[in-house]
């Protein structure tokens, strides 16, 4: 015959049912709702990338489709015009969402070794919204381009 653990009158099993169960309800109690990022966070996170420099339209591209029809993984490319020489050469691009959970994105770094300022990746999207791209050049301007893309079934529970 086996013979059961009491932990101070408490039987073991029990103890442990407890347990799980108080961990589950205060995992549901306190996780918060998902706060999604807005205009604010994204120029808050902006500036904390470029400071007070005024980006300007121009020479940055986006790949990215119209319409997503699933936002658990959307191509996006992007590409900078630029010779990658001297001023002209592309020091950082900066990604950035107005919908999703997180505004910043994604950052690429470049050197002139790099021979093209281009990345691609795959990118989650809750809901319809603006993809922000900032390019940091090396004579200090920061050029910027913006893109909408519309999604039908959100990739993060929407």
């Known amino acids: 015959m086996s013979q059961t653990e009491q932990i101070e009158g408490v039987h073991r099993r029990s103890f442990l049912i407890a347990g799980v169960g108080g961990a589950a309800f205060a995992t549901v109690q306190l996780t918060p709702g998902v706060a999604l990022a807005d205009k604010a966070a994204v120029a808050a996170a902006m500036k904390k990338a470029i400071g007070d420099k005024k980006p300007v339209a121009g020479k940055v591209s986006i790949d990215a489709p119209e319409i997503a ?15 990658m ?5 592309v020091k950082a691009v900066h990604v950035y969402a107005e919908g999703n959970p997180n505004p910043e994105v994604a950052s690429f770094w470049f050197t002139p070794g790099s021979g093209a300022a281009k990345a691609s990746f795959r990118m989650r ?7 922000i791209v900032l390019a940091e050049m090396a004579d200090g301007k920061v050029y910027m381009g913006k893109r909408l893309v ?5 990739g993060c529970g929407g």
């Open 125 to 131: 999207m809750a809901k319809t919204q603006n993809i």
């Open 69 to 83: 029809e699933n936002g658990n993984t959307v191509p996006i490319g992007i590409e900078v015009e630029s010779k």
């Open 85 to 89: 020489a001297g001023g002209d050469a």
């Open 150 to 154: 519309k999604v039908t079934i959100g």
